[in-house]
């Protein structure tokens, strides 16, 4: 049997930055020391508008995208779990005629990421995005993916 790699995932630190590497695209998920309010380009080793293969439809998945610390050492209850010391990293929260962009994770305290959703669609509204305006993006959209996970075991 011949072995073939199909899914390259990676970390590391590179100086003050936590880089995962992903699919031969390298993210900076956060900068050090981290404070509430920091921001950063977190997608700075690629073009904003690289495409990316999801289903054999082409996605501009990283259009928009700013990393920005939205809260810092908070308490939170995610899934079946209450944390005593989370944070919560927004990459991207875009939305207009055409697009939807919204990407978040949560990490916990000596636990690493415990959340994360991405909501990534595009729409053409059949030519006329008027025509979508009251849509919701779930109905309105031509192609993309919404991604949620929650953590549901550690140890």
């Not at 990283?62 to 308490?75: A, I």
């Not at 909501?119 to 009251?134: A, M, T």
């Amino acid at each position: 049997i011949d072995w073939q790699s199909v899914r390259i995932w990676t970390a590391s630190l590179r100086g003050a930055e936590a880089i995962r590497h992903e699919e031969n695209l390298d993210f900076v998920k956060m900068t050090f020391p981290l404070h509430k309010n920091d921001d950063w380009n977190g997608n700075k080793y690629f073009p904003e508008n690289i495409q990316i293969s999801i289903h054999e439809e082409l996605l501009e998945v990283y259009k928009y995208w700013h990393y920005f610390v939205e809260s810092l050492d908070k308490q939170e209850a995610v899934g079946d779990f209450s944390f005593e010391r989370t944070m919560t990293i927004e990459q991207v929260d875009e939305d207009n005629l055409l697009e939807r962009r919204f990407s978040i994770e949560k990490y916990a305290f000596g636990i690493g990421l415990v959340f994360k959703e991405q909501v990534i669609l595009d729409s053409q509204c059949s030519g006329n995005p008027i025509d979508c305006i009251d849509m919701s993006w779930e109905d309105k959209a031509d192609k993309g993916f919404i991604l949620r996970q929650t953590i549901i075991s550690y140890e």
